[in-house]
Structures are given as structure tokens and as C-alpha cells.
């Protein structure tokens, strides 16, 4: 059975250094076969934000008609789910952060509705993996983001012990991360790494 991959592309910039990165690491992926991989650009995605009406904690759905009706279950049925971003201002960029409020749909049947995310014997299987770029060589760069990405992982049964992090800071103008020393290596070995874990889980 193919492992099922939904790959987020959160940059405003497209081709950037964030979506190398994701690049990276889906081909590596690809190149261990038997991965179904899909790649959504949230620039294209017409996710709108959240509205905050909370109707979500009784009718168990989002009361927008956009982009997240044709995502919303393909976030579920993933195997693997990854989210590339760069950090603006000490914080994730707005199009990422968009999607992360939009899983409010997913929080309120979880903590409030109590009813399940994914079946029982797929709690544990599943992984996540955020990858993120900055420009400041400051190494709490990321910190304002992790937490969001945790609580968006979270929510969907993917817990702290299934995200893995790859984040490359000092990493500006478009295409600098074609000359780091390291990220381009590191983001082979993750892909290669997460599609073997992820078979293990799966008992193959």
C-alpha cells in the first residue's frame, strides 16, 4: 500500500527557500518508491481565514465553502503530513498560519464534539514534519512558530514524538539556501528517514 504524503507549500514567494527545501525532501521520498505524494501551494489554495464563529462546535464542519473542502479529507486520509514556511516577523508567514486556524474544524470534533480524528488503528502511524527557513542567524528564530505547528499537528492525532523539524536559518534572498553547507543533504536524509519510519510503523 502506498504511503499517502500531503505536502503544504506556505510561502507567498513561490520557489523560495522554504519550498526548496520541501522540494528536497519530497524527492527524496519519491526516490524511495512506493510514495504517493501530493503538493498544495497555499498561494493557490483559496484557504480563507478562520471566522471565529465557532459553528464548527455544533455542525462538526466548517461553514466556509473554499479550498479546505477539497483538503479536508485528504488531511485525514495522509500518511504523512508536511508543512514548509518561512518565518516572518518572529512568526510563521500568514498564508501557513491561515491553514493551521483553519484546523479549528478539527480541534472542536476532537475536544468538544469528542469524536474521532482518524480510526483507532491509525492513531500512531501517522507523522508530520515542519520545515521552515529565516533570514536572521538568530537561533530562536523559530521558537514563535513551533508552537502553532505543534497545535496543528496536534489536533489531527499527530503528537510532539511524530513531528519532525528541519529549520534553516541565515537564509534570505530567493535562492540562498541553494549555497548552505548542509540543508540541501539534510533534507535528502529526513525524506529518506520519515518514509522508513513510517514503513516500520506499517509493520513492512
Not at 478539527?106 to 527557513?133: D, N, Q
Not at 529549520?167 to 534570505?172: I, K, L, S
Not at 536524509?189 to 514503513?199: K, N, S, T
Request: with cysteine.
Amino acid at each position: 500500500m502506498e504511503i499517502k504524503v500531503l505536502a503544504f507549500a506556505g510561502s507567498p514567494r513561490r520557489g523560495g527557500n522554504s519550498e526548496t527545501l520541501l522540494d528536497w525532501v519530497i524527492s527524496a521520498m519519491e526516490q524511495e518508491g512506493g510514495v504517493a505524494i501530493e503538493k498544495v501551494a497555499l498561494t493557490e489554495a483559496n484557504v480563507n481565514p478562520c471566522r471565529g464563529c465557532n459553528a464548527c462546535e455544533k455542525l462538526n464542519k466548517c461553514v466556509q465553502r473554499d479550498g479546505m473542502d477539497y483538503l479536508h479529507d485528504r488531511i485525514i486520509d495522509a500518511d504523512c503530513i508536511i508543512l514548509s514556511a518561512p518565518i516572518y516577523c518572529m512568526g510563521i508567514c500568514a498564508q501557513a498560519k491561515a491553514l493551521i486556524d483553519r484546523f479549528q474544524v478539527f480541534r472542536s470534533r476532537k475536544y468538544v464534539l469528542k469524536l474521532p480524528i482518524v480510526p483507532p488503528e491509525r492513531k500512531g502511524t501517522r507523522m508530520g514534519v515542519f520545515l521552515s527557513t529565516a533570514g536572521q542567524k538568530w537561533d530562536h528564530v523559530f521558537d514563535g512558530a513551533v508552537p502553532s505547528v505543534k497545535c496543528f499537528f496536534h489536533v489531527v492525532d499527530i503528537p510532539d514524538r511524530d513531528i519532525r523539524y528541519l529549520m534553516v536559518n541565515g537564509v534570505d534572498e530567493k535562492g540562498a539556501i541553494l549555497s548552505h553547507p548542509t540543508a540541501e543533504r539534510d533534507a535528502g536524509q529526513l525524506g529518506r528517514d520519515v518514509v522508513g519510519e513510517l514503513r516500520k510503523r506499517r509493520g513492512e
